[in-house]
């Protein structure tokens, strides 16, 4: 067995208002109750840090930049520093999303895994799939998510990555470099940001590479129906089950059809007052079943302990890619 003990630590609602050592305080809480159950791996939500600020127009340069991040290295920012001090006394690695400024001024929607046993970054994701709009919506009542206008695409790609000795004494046989689909070795994991999780592509870029584990931390708002665009007309609490649905749609049916466990976390509840956040963070298997979740909108640890060999019959039987993958059919996903 190659098992892994993991947790997602879903973030109750973070507003315009709180103090950034308030949130690092209530992650230091989770990343504690994580460790009593044993976790290994704990993964928090896109953009944790802040409140998920892309759904206001923020007119001044000097306030947008509160909400980023602008030392490239988070294990020594004062906004992050006591975090990774905490992994490092628990030795459990971590997964955070953060709005990233680059030196050169750019903004990115950025992930990061910390390996407690390198005590260091070891992989680095910039999200793909930006949602929403460049402008704020004319209806004043609209649920903006303008992350257009804060962020680039991300310019990174899907990089799966191995975990360095998570799993004590694990068989390593072969280049440990190269991501191959083979049971062996240390752990191969790959991380996607919210929107991600509902585009195929991202997920078989990793699926391709042999990932075993898909992190995905999200905010997704619960009811905005100038964004999801819905055709009939829904009241708040079945567009927010239907936003739950289609999360956990996504979270299962892509894990199963790249035969890899996935994770993800949520920011949820009523942020700043009136904006609806989904929960709904869980853990999925390769056959595509929920295997743990979040009961509530508020902090909460969802754990499990997962099986990587759980992999081999999706990876081997009926998703084996060098059997039954028919690339020469596929030419136009690329070309349109
Ligand atoms: N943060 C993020 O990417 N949220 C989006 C909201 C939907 S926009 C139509 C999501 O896909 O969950």
Redesign the pocket.
């Known amino acids: 067995a190659r098992t892994l003990k993991v947790a997602a630590a879903q973030l109750g609602p973070v507003h315009l208002n709180s103090k950034r050592e308030e949130t690092l305080a209530r992650m230091i809480t989770l990343l504690q109750q994580a460790a009593e159950f044993g976790a290994q791996l704990v993964l928090f939500p ?2 944790a840090l802040t409140t ?1 600020f ?1 759904r206001h127009l923020i007119k001044t340069q000097e306030e947008l930049d509160t909400y980023f991040e602008h030392n490239d290295d988070l294990l020594d920012s004062p906004n992050t520093k006591p975090l990774f001090d905490e992994a490092k006394k628990l030795d459990v690695d971590i997964s955070i999303g953060f709005a990233e400024r680059t030196k050169e001024g750019t903004g990115y ?1 950025t992930s990061i895994y910390y390996s407690v046993k390198k005590n260091e970054v070891i992989a680095k994701y910039r ?1 793909v ?4 709009t460049k402008e704020p919506f004319e209806n004043p009542d609209a649920v903006n ?1 303008l ?1 257009k206008r804060y962020f680039e695409i991300g310019n990174l790609g899907f990089k799966a990555f191995r975990v360095p000795d998570i799993i004590p004494g694990v068989l390593k046989k072969g280049d440990e470099s190269k991501a191959e689909r083979n049971g062996l070795g240390d752990p191969i994991m790959g991380m996607l ?6 585009w195929p592509e991202g997920w078989r870029c990793y699926g391709l590479q042999g990932a075993e584990v898909v992190l995905c931390g ?4 619960g009811f ?1 129906p100038d ?2 665009g819905t055709q009939k007309p829904m009241t708040p609490q079945q567009a927010e089950d239907d ?1 739950v649905f289609h ?1 956990k749609l996504v979270m299962q049916s892509n894990s199963y059809m790249n035969s890899c466990f996935s994770i993800s976390a949520a920011k949820a509840g009523l942020e700043d007052g009136k904006y609806d956040l989904i929960g709904g963070s869980c853990i999925t298997s390769p056959e595509g079943h929920v295997i743990a979740e979040a009961k509530g909108k508020d902090d909460e640890i969802v754990f499990a302990e997962i099986d990587l060999n759980e992999c081999r019959q999706g990876m081997e039987k009926t998703f084996d890619f060098a059997r039954h993958r028919r690339t020469e059919a596929y030419g136009l996903i690329v070309e349109r």
């Not at 799939?129 to 929403?132: K, Q």
């Not at 999200?218 to 708002?221: D, E, K, S």
């Open positions: 896109e953009c998920f892309p929607n999200k799939h930006l949602p929403g998510q992350e940001i919210c929107n991600d999780r509902r999200y905010n997704t708002a905005a964004l999801w936003a999360h």
